[in-house]
């Protein structure tokens, strides 16, 4: 199977910029969460989907938000940037058999 | 808010060498995973333990889970370059299916 795929890889844009990145899980995996990984704060769990539902939220601001297809395939937005939003922004899909998330690569973002 | 701590927070070993990482976290959990993440690039899953198991091993990784003691332990024996990496400790708890990550454990091999 193919792994969890992220686009784009980086991305540059500046204060006040919106932003939308894109994940596609595995193949039959229906749930798709995203983190946000820094230097200072670590990993921090974003939002969970799952069928087209956002299924858990974590502790972040409105800017961020996010949505699922029917295809599982899931995408998130951050409107009106701001130069901490500069991060790695990790997908992860999760399989029901065994509880284990697979992460994708990343979208490594900075915002000038 | 981090539920898992890993120590120590960097560790620098030989080659050939045994690396030792651990993890504390402050409630019950349903299951404990570590992740290993290359300079920058997403997490791959290393190995799921749940809270009945005490021991699980998978190939030159063991892993330990001590429910009593609220603690994990990951095990890398004989050591290589390309085990240079952080590793993470994440915890699942209540009903969630969501894993909460520690800071992770900075582990640099030098050949």
């Known amino acids: 199977k193919a792994g969890v795929t992220q686009t784009p890889r980086y991305l540059i844009k500046t204060r006040g910029q919106q932003v939308t990145l894109s994940c596609s899980p595995i193949s039959g995996h229906r749930s798709v969460s995203w983190y946000q990984q820094t230097p200072g704060q670590g990993l921090q769990f974003l939002f969970e989907y799952f069928s087209e539902t956002q299924r858990n939220k974590g502790n972040f601001p409105g800017r961020f938000s996010g949505r699922q297809f029917s295809n599982s395939r899931s995408e998130m937005n951050v409107s009106t940037l701001e130069l901490g939003d500069s991060a790695l922004y990790l997908c992860?899909?999760?399989?029901?058999?065994?509880?284990?998330?697979?992460f994708g690569p990343g979208t490594r973002l900075t915002v000038l | 808010s981090q539920q898992g701590e890993e120590d120590p927070q960097a560790l620098s070993i030989q080659e050939g060498e045994n690396a030792t990482m651990n993890c504390s976290y402050k409630t019950s959990i349903n299951n404990l995973q570590w992740y290993r993440q290359n300079s920058g690039r997403g997490l791959v899953h290393l190995i799921l333990i749940r809270s009945n198991e005490r021991e699980k091993h998978s190939g030159r990784l063991r892993v330990t889970l001590d429910t009593s003691k609220k603690s994990s332990s990951l095990l890398i024996t004989a050591s290589r370059a390309a085990d240079t990496a952080s590793y993470f400790c994440?915890?699942?708890?209540?009903?969630?299916?969501?894993?909460?990550f520690g800071r992770g454990t900075s582990l640099i091999v030098h050949p």
């Open positions: 992860a899909s999760r399989s029901s058999v065994t509880d284990t998330q697979y």
């Open positions: 994440a915890t699942v708890s209540g009903g969630s299916y969501i894993p909460t």
